[in-house]
């Protein structure tokens, strides 16, 4: 079980108060978690990747374990707390101010 | 007695204000999609209570949203746990991809950058929903970079009409500081095959054949700010208005100048008159007089905010070149505030309704033809488009 904690908005659009729980099949990346984050809520294809590229959109990171894996290649193994649920992937928008 | 609805897009969401015909009472809801650039909304002229909302964020790129209960509740087109074959989810409202398909017979893959080389169109959002006069699930989505598509299933899935971008013109297309933008989305009413389409900074186009085919309608068009005042294309068009009871003539304003053709967009002449400035973004049109119009004059395009302090709606009853300025009910000092190219528009009430919305988050109503004016609300976020839908 996979923990992913999404950005205020995208939580309202994807019409969820609180972190989402996933069942990943095979091993925990990246690429899967994601996939099966739009699966289960179509609403949110195209807000976290391109529709096309899949590439991470500018503003959005990915954080898990205090680290930023934003970077990581895509088929990467995350960290084994995320990938047994014991810390949540994260996605987090850019801080924007003034 | 016939109520009205406005439809108010802003930089932080979605609003409704409703009255009856008399529009002097205002109910407002919202914000709706708190939070996110809500750069278009407007309902279909066969089903009213079908509304399209274009939502967008720098953050998470575009969605679009539906209503089919006038607004009350909406949802993300396909956005529920539905799978299709293969366990891919169902319903892509936001995916818009160009079309680069060998049927084409075109790569359709650059157009013009700021620094004069060639650049590949990258979907960036969709400014302008326009629905279709006929059929309630199908609508059209001018985006940015400038391209046109068509939803025929509410909104589920897009196509783009590439013979727009494959005409031939489109390498010459480039962006203004706005970026490059297909804001202008006009469907003529004795005509089901006929659309115009304008595009910052390209000028406006037309299509005879339902979208297959597309030719610019840009002569007379003058632009001092491109090397030839008279290209074929590269005019910065702000927005383009029409009555549809005489669609083959239209009311352009340009980035300067206010332009008028009464051939289809075959050709162009100015009409801008006694204008105190001829900048400016919106124009609309009065609805049951074809040769009443309307625009903001805006000081200049360095400094976007109305001229001298004042708020003044101009309006001009014999289609162009003579104005009066209508400034009752609206500050007529200390007031900078900018009006964007899809904020205004009207009602279809025997009065005919004007209104429009401002950066400085003001939506100004007038039910007597732009004599008189009262604000709806003063404090919204900065406002980006205002339709209205006359309901029964």
Redesign the interface.
Same mark, same amino acid.
């Given at each position: 079980m996979i923990r992913v904690e999404l950005p205020a908005h995208l939580r309202t659009l994807a019409h969820v108060n609180t972190e989402v729980r996933l069942e990943i099949a095979g091993p925990a990346t990246q690429r899967s978690v994601l996939d099966a984050l739009e699966a289960r809520y179509p609403m949110l294809r195209g807000t976290i990747r391109d529709h096309v590229t899949l590439q991470r959109r500018p503003f959005l990171r990915f954080f898990a374990c205090e680290e930023d894996l934003s970077h990581e290649p895509p088929d990467a193994p995350l960290p084994d707390p995320v990938a047994s649920g014991k810390e949540p992937f994260i996605i987090i928008g850019a801080v924007a101010g003034g | 007695m016939s109520n009205v609805r406005v439809l108010v897009g802003t930089r932080k969401g979605a609003f409704l204000l409703t009255s009856d015909g008399k529009r002097e009472k205002w109910d407002v809801s919202g914000p709706f999609f708190?939070? #996110?650039e809500i750069y278009h909304m407007k309902g279909s002229p066969v089903d009213p209570n079908r509304i399209y909302a274009s939502q967008n964020? &720098? #953050? &998470? =790129? !575009?969605?679009i949203q539906r209503s089919s209960d006038g607004g009350k509740t909406w949802e993300?087109p =396909? =956005? =529920? /746990? !539905?799978?299709g074959p293969g366990?891919? /989810?169902?319903?892509?409202s936001?995916?818009f991809?160009y079309d680069t398909s060998a049927q084409t017979g075109k790569p359709l893959t650059t157009h013009q950058f700021y620094d004069g080389t060639q650049h590949p169109w990258e979907f960036k959002r969709v400014w302008h929903l326009e629905p279709s006069l006929s059929d309630p699930d199908t609508v059209y989505a001018g985006v940015e970079d400038a391209a046109l598509f068509r939803s025929t299933d509410g909104a589920h899935s897009w196509q783009e009409l590439s013979g727009l971008r494959g005409h031939g013109t489109g390498p010459k297309w480039q962006p203004g500081a706005g970026g490059m933008c297909l804001h202008t989305v006009i469907l003529d009413p004795k005509d089901p095959g006929r659309i115009y389409i304008a595009i910052s900074s390209a000028g406006a186009f037309r299509t005879d054949d339902g979208g297959a085919t597309w030719k610019p309608i840009n002569k007379g068009l003058r632009s001092t700010y491109i090397p030839d005042p008279d290209a074929e294309v590269g005019h910065c068009v702000h927005h383009v208005a029409m009555n549809p009871s005489r669609p083959g003539v239209l009311f352009m304003q340009k980035h300067w100048d206010v332009m008028r053709s009464d051939d289809a967009g075959d050709s162009w002449h100015e009409v801008s008159g006694n204008l105190p400035t001829d900048f400016g973004f919106v124009i609309d049109v009065h609805a049951h007089e074809p040769e009443t119009i309307y625009v903001v004059p805006i000081k200049s395009d360095s400094e976007h905010y109305v001229h001298e302090g004042k708020l003044r709606v101009y309006r001009s009853r014999t289609g162009g070149n003579e104005w009066e300025a209508l400034t009752n009910g609206l500050p007529q000092s200390n007031c900078y505030v900018n009006v964007l190219r899809d904020a205004m528009a009207v009602d279809s009430l025997d009065s005919c309704g004007v209104y429009f919305g401002t950066t400085g988050g003001q939506v100004y109503a007038s039910p007597d033809a732009g004599d008189s004016w009262a604000p709806i609300v003063r404090d919204l976020p900065a406002v980006l488009s205002v339709e209205v839908q006359t309901l029964p």
């Open positions: - | 708190a939070g #996110w964020s &720098s #953050w &998470s =790129g !575009q969605v993300t =396909g =956005g =529920g /746990p !539905q799978m366990g891919f /989810p169902v319903g892509e936001n995916k991809v």
